[in-house]
């Protein structure tokens, strides 16, 4: 079984400051892992993933996360939060090859960016 | 990206009654779709797993006869809230994964707001 710790459950920054949500998994197998982004009353989107290859991967607005295996991390950062940032961030996780398997999710980080 | 449907966004409804949610993939096909639950300012919690001609899958401590769900297609899932009570007002989300698709990635809908008075 699969499990993930966000151990910040709230992260308050000021506008265009560097902010790091910080995301720890714990699995037996190797596993895809995913950030999602989701916004009051919103479902979920997909923020960006890692799945193999290069272990850094960037989203189109400049959120970026670091796959580091040794430490079963998978920490979201971005060098400068705009005040559209705010919003509910989730790290999940899911076995490769996971067919039917669903993801399992961090109980999430709420990033609030202050002017 | 695949988009995913619900509906309705939110719903109202008096205790006693039922309601159903309808989750679509608009522009692929789902073979599974999971249904999870949002409590204010909490995770996503997996309820079912539903897959296509077959009956779905519930986590342990959900009511199957309470929430039932329908994966009647490859386009639709329902999630039918039977009996509704106060307590089963939440965020209702459900995801799904296209055919074929080995990343794991979940494509997930708007979400529906249940409301039981």
């Known amino acids: 079984a699969q499990s993930v710790t966000q151990l910040d459950s709230q992260v308050p920054v000021f506008e265009e400051a560097p902010v790091e949500l910080r995301c720890n998994y714990s699995s037996s197998v190797s596993v895809y892992l995913f950030w999602y982004v989701q916004y009051p009353n919103q479902g979920l989107q997909l923020l960006l993933k890692?799945?193999?290859?290069?272990?850094l991967v960037e989203s189109i607005n400049g959120f970026e996360a670091e796959f580091n295996k040794s430490q079963t991390s998978f920490h979201l950062r971005k060098p400068s939060v705009h005040i559209s940032d705010t919003a509910e961030y989730f790290c999940a996780v899911t076995p490769r090859n996971s067919g039917n398997t669903p993801l399992v999710f961090g109980k999430g980080t709420r990033l609030s960016v202050i002017a | 990206g695949a988009v995913v449907s619900q509906h309705p966004s939110r719903v109202i409804c008096k205790s006693g009654t039922s309601v159903k949610i309808e989750c679509r993939s608009l522009d692929f096909q789902a073979t599974t779709m999971f249904w999870y639950r949002q409590f204010p300012k909490q995770s996503l919690m997996l309820m079912a797993t539903?897959?296509?001609?077959?009956?779905?899958?519930?986590e342990q401590g959900v009511e199957k006869d309470k929430f039932l769900i329908n994966h009647a297609s490859l386009t639709l899932s329902t999630l039918t809230v039977t009996s509704a009570h106060p307590e089963d007002s939440s965020f209702y989300i459900c995801?799904?994964?296209?055919?074929?698709?080995?990343?794991?990635?979940?494509?997930f809908g708007e979400g529906s707001r249940l409301t039981v008075l």
């Open positions: 995801s799904a994964r296209g055919q074929g698709g080995n990343t794991g990635e979940l494509f």
């Open positions: 890692y799945l193999s290859g290069s272990t």
């Open positions: 539903s897959n296509e001609g077959s009956k779905a899958t519930y």
